[in-house]
């Protein structure tokens, strides 16, 4: 069985998270999206939180699985037993960061391969914190985001 990961922060889950996992998940027999609980950064979702999103999202999908995770994540996709670390791109210049983790995870485990999937041309410019940003100044998120995202996002911003 042909198992990935796509790992993330994903804070919060857009819908250029969602269309990578869904295409992802159609290459794969299992694909495990890998919260990542303990980044470098402020987040403002919990780790539960972030995990509840994505499920809510992807609940149609059959061989998806939504993971928390925390260490390596090469490490993570070994424990697991991936083959495949998805990795979203939404511009050349995300190429640059990917490829040093790339490099970086072949020497720890040379067994893992990282896959480089571009998001749906409709999501190039969308990212979380781009979105955390038009939320709290009260635009519109709605055709970016999952409803349940969305929801929460005006939740935390407080505005209707």
């Known amino acids: 069985m042909a198992v990935a990961i796509y790992p993330g922060t994903f804070d919060p889950f857009t819908n250029g998270h969602r269309d990578v996992a869904l295409?992802?998940?159609?290459?794969?027999?299992?694909?495990i999206v890998a919260v990542f609980d303990t980044p470098a950064k402020s987040l403002l979702f919990t780790t539960e939180e972030r995990v509840g999103f994505i499920r809510n999202s992807l609940e149609d999908s059959?061989?998806?699985?939504?993971?928390p995770y925390s260490g390596l994540t090469v490490d993570f996709a070994t424990d697991v037993g991936a083959?495949?670390?998805?990795r979203g791109l939404r511009s050349i210049s995300d190429f640059d960061n990917e490829f040093a983790?790339?490099?970086?995870?072949?020497?720890?485990h040379s067994n893992i391969t990282?896959?480089?999937?571009t998001t749906g041309t409709e999501?190039?410019?969308?990212?979380?914190?781009?979105?955390?940003?038009?939320?709290?100044?009260?635009?519109?998120?709605?055709?970016?985001?999952?409803v349940n995202v969305a929801v929460a996002l005006q939740g935390k911003y407080s505005f209707q």
């Open 62 to 67: 059959a061989n998806v699985q939504v993971q």
């Open 83 to 86: 083959k495949a670390i998805i």
């Open 101 to 108: 983790m790339d490099m970086m995870n072949r020497q720890m």
């Open 114 to 117: 990282t896959i480089y999937m």
């Open 23 to 31: 295409r992802a998940s159609e290459l794969f027999d299992e694909l």
């Open 123 to 146: 999501f190039t410019f969308v990212s979380s914190t781009l979105i955390k940003e038009v939320a709290r100044l009260g635009g519109n998120i709605n055709d970016f985001v999952p």
